[in-house]
């Protein structure tokens, strides 16, 4: 098993910046991918970022030039760096990482953006 433990998320004002952790622990052989997606109300959950274990970034549209992923593979972590948010930024975040030919998901984080 590998377990997702979320932090980061909060409340901001429209143009503000938040960072989003997620250290991955347990029995980890191999991570293939380590993502974030969001679900707001009414919505399906959508992809925001994901990072492959070559580096690759993917991003959405919507996000492109104001989120960035990063990893620290000693760690098992996986960052989310958000800046210039906008209210449908609002979502309840969550990590992702597909390791030893499974997914995992963590418990999710909310964010708001509001003024």
């Known amino acids: 098993q590998v377990q997702l433990v979320e932090s980061g998320g909060g409340s901001v004002q429209p143009g503000g910046s938040l960072r989003l952790s997620c250290a991955a622990s347990?029995?980890?052989?191999?991570?293939?991918?380590m993502g974030w997606y969001r679900q707001s109300p009414g919505k399906q959950r959508e992809l925001v970022a994901i990072?492959?274990?070559?580096?690759?970034?993917t991003y959405a549209d919507s996000v492109k030039g104001r989120f960035t992923i990063s990893t620290d593979t000693a760690k098992n972590t996986v960052y989310l760096q958000m800046n210039s948010l906008k209210p449908e930024d609002t979502a309840v975040y969550y990590c992702?990482?597909?390791?030893?030919?499974?997914?995992?998901w963590g418990q999710g984080t909310q964010v708001t953006v509001s003024s």
């Open positions: 990072i492959t274990s070559g580096r690759t970034r």
């Open positions: 347990g029995n980890i052989r191999s991570i293939y991918t």
């Open positions: 992702n990482v597909v390791s030893n030919g499974r997914g995992y």
